[in-house]
């Protein structure tokens, strides 16, 4: 019987928020390399969007905010060794790397 209580609302997690957060550590550790940084930072947003338009009851910002920083930072770091590595000896700045040299022994 409903004695004029509301009912119980339940939460729940945001799925794309998981799986930002999922796609983020596969991203971060090189096992999806490319593609992990792009779903988590897709799908990270559209978590946090979704959790905003949920009034409550979708959980789990802290696991989309986490997949977008490990999203972020994998591409960020991505595009630094790119530059480094490809863009350097295109402009003629050779990479002078002593251990990786051969030292003539």
């Given amino acids: 019987m409903n004695q004029g ?3 119980i609302q339940q939460t729940r997690t945001s799925v794309t928020a998981i799986i930002s957060l999922i796609a983020g550590i596969l991203g971060f550790v090189q096992i999806l390399p490319v593609i992990g940084p ?13 959790i905003k338009q949920s009034g409550g ?3 789990g910002d802290g696991l989309a905010t986490t997949g977008l920083i490990f999203g972020y930072l ?7 060794a790119l530059c480094v590595f490809v863009l350097l000896p295109i402009l ?6 002593p251990f990786l040299m051969n030292s003539g022994y």
């Fill in 5 to 7: 209580y509301p009912p």
């Fill in 38 to 50: 792009i779903a988590a930072i897709i799908t990270g947003h559209m978590a946090k969007s979704e």
């Fill in 57 to 59: 009851l979708v959980t």
């Fill in 74 to 80: 994998t591409l960020a770091i991505g595009l630094c």
């Fill in 92 to 97: 003629g700045i050779s990479l002078s790397i």
